[in-house]
């Protein structure tokens, strides 16, 4: 059971843990709580992030889900021959 159950979710909060300990500025993150940001700076524990230009706030390294790639940023491309004609 410890290895169906535990052991997955151990490797899931130490990959977690690795993630925040490995921020950087200028890296463009996403919070526990769905909002985008760039860290510009970080001190112990706590980052000051950009939501907006000129709109900066502090929030704790525990509270960052994700680090966003700028590969996986660009929009996919769809091709014109997918969508249907327009007899109108």
């Given amino acids: 059971m410890w290895l169906l159950l535990v052991r997955p979710q151990r490797k899931r909060s130490n990959e977690q843990m690795s993630m925040q300990d490995s921020l950087q500025t200028g890296d463009e993150i996403i919070t526990a709580g769905g909002l985008h940001a760039t860290v510009r700076s970080i001190e112990d524990d ?3 992030i950009e939501l907006a230009p ?3 706030v502090r929030l704790d390294r525990r509270a960052v889900a994700a680090v966003v790639h700028p590969d996986s940023l660009e929009p ?5 021959e997918s969508f249907p004609a327009d007899d109108g």
């Fill in 76 to 80: 996919e491309s769809v091709a014109e």
């Fill in 54 to 56: 000129s709109t900066i």
């Fill in 46 to 48: 706590v980052l000051e």
